[in-house]
């Protein structure tokens, strides 16, 4: 395969290949872990896991998956179900744009597939949230369909095994790789053939200290002849994060606290939050600007009052510290908003609620 040394890699010849499907798929027979999506091949839990595993860890989503299913143990169970209750089950997972596609997409199949979930790949690609590899993921995993997947561990392995020294994540990149993901496919198995390159890149073949030694085509791999294992891919830029300080009030009613509806276009779009607000510096958090923004957005006149908790945490490019405050001195009537709803929760009802993450943290800390 000295084709491969090349600066622009060509695809594997069939020798290559032959030896490549046999081991691959010989190694996956004795080491795929016990999924709980691999149960069967129902596209339906296929499609949910794979949702969920974007840019989520396994460990993290077995859990999450397990929840959902037993909730929403088909996909017509998905589509009737509330966005509220989709959304309360997703909470913690991030990315919540991805929950509330699925049941947009839950919706489409139950309205226009008689609830049976498609089998065309065009028809799983035109679906809400899902892109060129989830659907082959879908086409080949649950209906064993001759389609190429192309996913970070699997970006990484084949870059790997072609010794691609250029960003495999821009155009030129991935015209490559999705050709050679395809070119790889074998003749029977490409359910088992797929998982097992995704179980490969996520196991073996990882980021960092690759264990190369006990890869099933180390001897295949171009990067390991070349000794360029932990310099391929090129690593990605650094996030250039940005510090950003809010404020979270905490405005209580007797036994019952204010909750408001994040809109359409926010940050948290469609889950609850107490009253958040941004502000430039700590001397704007102590002034009365933030009392103004209040009433302006609730209706309700109070004084910020004394520090509950200060949270850290990240968004997207964001570093946040969230100072959380009680309102005092609470007066005026609550004005009614359509595009983000305010309620009066009790606080030992706030389970019920769809929470983003830093409000279900400052909810366990009024329960206590």
Same mark, same amino acid.
């Given at each position: 395969?000295?084709?491969?040394?090349?600066?622009?890699?060509?695809?594997?010849?069939?020798?290559? @290949?032959?030896?490549?499907?046999?081991?691959?798929?010989?190694?996956?027979?004795?080491?795929?872990?016990?999924?709980?999506?691999?149960?069967?091949?129902?596209?339906?839990?296929?499609?949910?896991?794979?949702?969920?595993?974007?840019?989520?860890?396994?460990?993290?989503?077995?859990? +999450?998956?397990?929840?959902?299913?037993?909730?929403?143990?088909?996909?017509?169970?998905?589509?009737?179900?509330?966005?509220?209750?989709?959304?309360?089950?997703?909470?913690?997972?991030?990315?919540?744009?991805?929950?509330?596609?699925?049941?947009?997409?839950?919706?489409?199949?139950? !309205?226009?597939?008689?609830?049976?979930?498609?089998?065309?790949? !065009? =028809?799983?690609?035109?679906?809400?949230?899902?892109?060129?590899?989830?659907?082959?993921?879908?086409?080949? $995993?649950? +209906?064993?369909?001759?389609?190429? $997947?192309?996913?970070?561990?699997?970006?990484?392995?084949?870059?790997?095994?072609?010794?691609?020294?250029?960003?495999?994540?821009?155009?030129?990149?991935?015209?490559? @790789?999705?050709?050679?993901?395809?070119?790889?496919?074998?003749?029977?198995?490409?359910?088992?053939?797929?998982?097992?390159?995704?179980?490969?890149?996520?196991?073996?073949?990882?980021?960092?200290?690759?264990?190369?030694?006990?890869?099933?085509?180390?001897?295949?791999?171009?990067?390991?002849?070349?000794?360029?294992?932990?310099?391929?891919?090129?690593?990605?830029?650094?996030?250039?994060?940005? !510090?950003?300080?809010?404020?979270?009030?905490?405005?209580?009613?007797?036994?019952?606290?204010?909750?408001?509806?994040?809109?359409?276009?926010?940050?948290?779009?469609?889950?609850?939050?107490?009253?958040?607000?941004?502000?430039?510096?700590?001397?704007?958090?102590?002034?009365?600007?933030?009392?103004?923004?209040?009433?302006?957005?609730?209706? @309700?006149?109070?004084?910020?009052?004394?520090?509950?908790?200060?949270?850290?945490?990240?968004?997207?490019?964001?570093?946040?510290?969230?100072?959380?405050?009680?309102?005092?001195?609470?007066?005026?009537? @609550?004005?009614?908003?359509?595009?983000?709803?305010?309620?009066?929760?009790?606080?030992?009802?706030?389970?019920?609620? =769809?929470?983003?993450?830093?409000?279900?943290?400052?909810?366990?800390?009024?329960?206590?």
């Amino acid at each position: 395969m000295d084709a491969l040394a090349s600066s622009r890699p060509t695809m594997p010849n069939a020798a290559w @290949l032959r030896k490549f499907q046999r081991q691959i798929l010989a190694w996956y027979g004795g080491a795929a872990r016990d999924l709980p999506w691999r149960a069967n091949r129902d596209p339906y839990r296929v499609w949910i896991s794979e949702i969920m595993l974007q840019q989520t860890q396994v460990a993290t989503v077995r859990a +999450y998956f397990q929840r959902f299913i037993a909730a929403f143990p088909t996909v017509t169970d998905l589509a009737a179900a509330d966005e509220a209750d989709v959304l309360r089950l997703w909470e913690g997972l991030g990315y919540y744009r991805r929950a509330r596609q699925l049941h947009a997409a839950a919706q489409v199949i139950a !309205d226009e597939h008689q609830g049976k979930f498609p089998r065309e790949f !065009d =028809a799983i690609l035109a679906l809400p949230g899902i892109g060129r590899y989830t659907a082959g993921a879908i086409c080949s $995993i649950a +209906y064993n369909q001759s389609a190429p $997947i192309l996913e970070a561990n699997t970006i990484r392995l084949h870059a790997r095994l072609l010794a691609y020294r250029e960003d495999p994540t821009k155009t030129a990149g991935q015209r490559l @790789l999705w050709q050679f993901a395809e070119h790889i496919l074998p003749p029977h198995d490409v359910s088992s053939f797929n998982q097992a390159l995704m179980e490969l890149g996520s196991e073996i073949c990882t980021p960092r200290n690759p264990q190369c030694e006990a890869c099933p085509v180390a001897m295949l791999c171009q990067a390991k002849r070349e000794n360029a294992v932990t310099e391929i891919p090129v690593p990605k830029k650094k996030m250039q994060y940005e !510090d950003r300080t809010e404020v979270a009030i905490v405005v209580r009613r007797k036994k019952e606290v204010l909750l408001r509806q994040c809109g359409p276009d926010e940050r948290w779009a469609g889950l609850w939050d107490f009253p958040r607000f941004h502000v430039a510096s700590e001397a704007e958090l102590l002034s009365g600007q933030l009392a103004t923004q209040l009433e302006e957005r609730t209706g @309700l006149s109070a004084a910020i009052g004394s520090r509950l908790t200060t949270i850290k945490h990240g968004v997207t490019k964001y570093r946040i510290t969230l100072h959380c405050h009680e309102a005092e001195g609470l007066s005026g009537r @609550l004005r009614k908003d359509a595009t983000a709803p305010l309620v009066w929760a009790a606080v030992d009802k706030l389970a019920d609620f =769809a929470l983003s993450t830093t409000g279900r943290k400052i909810a366990r800390l009024l329960a206590k």
